[in-house]
Nanobody
Framework: QLQASGGGLVQTGGSLRLSCAAS????????IAWFRQAPGKEREVVSC????????VYADSVKGRFTISRDNAENTVYLQMNSLKPEDTAVYYC???????????????WGQGTLVTVSS
């Protein structure tokens, strides 16, 4: 299972770091992704990090502002979010599967979500 944490209320331009702690599966063998869902919108991928060398993929909307990283010894993935904007406001979910992809439908492990609110 996955457990996401670290959300909160921050002003425009601020920073937050989200954490996704994993248990119950071989974490190092899994791709971990962060998705977000704003009210009335589809769930969209924000970033994902692959296994091994840990190649990283980012949505265009967060490139240069967000950084994903993983600590396999701690079974945790982090999402450092800088220069936050009101349009980043959403519930953020971490998810895992063993091959990757950008569609939420392809992920079989999910965290419970953590709310990020960016005030203008």
């Amino acid at each position: 299972q996955l457990q996401a944490s670290g959300g909160g209320l921050v002003q425009t331009g601020g920073s937050l770091r989200l954490s996704c702690a994993a248990s119950g599966f071989t974490f190092g063998d899994y791709v971990i992704a962060w998705f977000r869902q704003a009210p009335g919108k589809e769930r969209e991928v924000v970033s994902c990090i692959h296994t091994g060398p840990g190649s990283k993929v980012y949505a265009d909307s967060v490139k240069g502002r967000f950084t994903i990283s993983r600590d396999n010894a701690e079974n945790t993935v982090y999402l450092q979010m800088n220069s936050l904007k009101p349009e980043d406001t959403a519930v953020y979910y971490c998810a895992g599967n063993d091959w990757g992809g950008s569609s939420y439908r392809s992920y079989n492990y999910w965290g419970q979500g953590t709310l990020v609110t960016v005030s203008s």
